[in-house]
């Protein structure tokens, strides 16, 4: 069954330095999205991509987030410069075309600002 | 920013015992989608309802949508530790599908 995948499942930097996480869609699908969980508190909206471009974003993905689709098939997450309170669970999270616009999440990327 | 209160947060249940889940708002929604998170992993989407009134059962789990389209009821039926786990709604902002919002959750846990 398809599936999203990201990697890597665990990151670990040091505040201040640059992070990129990595995210493949499901082959077949349009809309991407990334989300984040804090420990303990609520899965939250970052941004959604679409036809190559952001189609929405959160006040939470400020500057310091981007996003891109480099090729074909990856989706990436990039925070320049990452901060403590940055520490959290992101999941991306892929659908298709359809009237219901099912979203489907990756196992998602601890990462861990120290 | 839509809001889907669900309730209880948390609930304690031994194996065998029944239960409902409610996921309520004041936004009318073209769908809600139902998701259980276990820990460290990804939602993994377990329904989506769309019309008003509507029913779906998957085994033991039984989804309603309200009729006015504000809310959702999850039932499961002779609970198992196995159905242990975070049980979100989630639903799109009237924007048109950009941006999917989750509930506030509901922490389950079934002890045998």
């Known amino acids: 069954e398809p599936e999203v995948t990201q990697t890597p499942s665990h990151q670990v930097t040091q505040m201040g330095q640059e992070v990129i996480l990595r995210c493949v869609p499901i082959?077949?699908?349009?809309?991407f999205y990334w989300y984040r969980q804090i420990l303990g508190q609520k899965v939250e909206f970052l941004v959604s991509f679409y036809n190559n471009e952001i189609s929405e974003k959160s006040e939470i993905f400020d500057d310091q987030f981007s996003v891109e689709r480099p090729d074909g098939s990856n989706f990436t997450l990039k925070i320049r410069s990452t901060k403590l309170e940055d520490s959290a669970m992101y999941f991306c999270a892929s659908s298709k075309i359809s009237s219901e616009r099912e979203a489907f999440f990756g196992q998602g990327t601890r990462l861990t600002v120290v | 920013t839509q809001l889907l209160e669900q309730s209880p947060q948390f609930l304690s249940i031994q194996e065998g015992e029944n239960l409902t889940v409610y996921c309520n708002s004041s936004?009318?929604?073209?769908?809600l989608q139902w998701y259980r998170q276990e820990p460290g992993e990804g939602p993994v989407l377990l329904v989506t309802?769309?019309?008003?009134?509507e029913v779906k059962k998957l085994k033991r789990l039984t989804f309603q949508f309200g009729d006015a389209r504000k809310d959702s009821s999850l039932h499961i039926t002779a609970a198992q530790p196995g159905d242990t786990g975070l049980y979100l709604c989630a639903a799109y902002e009237n924007t048109g599908f950009q941006k999917l919002v989750f509930g506030t959750g509901t922490r389950l846990l079934v002890s045998p």
């Open positions: 936004s009318v929604f073209s769908s």
């Open positions: 309802v769309v019309t008003g009134g």
């Open positions: 082959s077949n699908h349009l809309y």
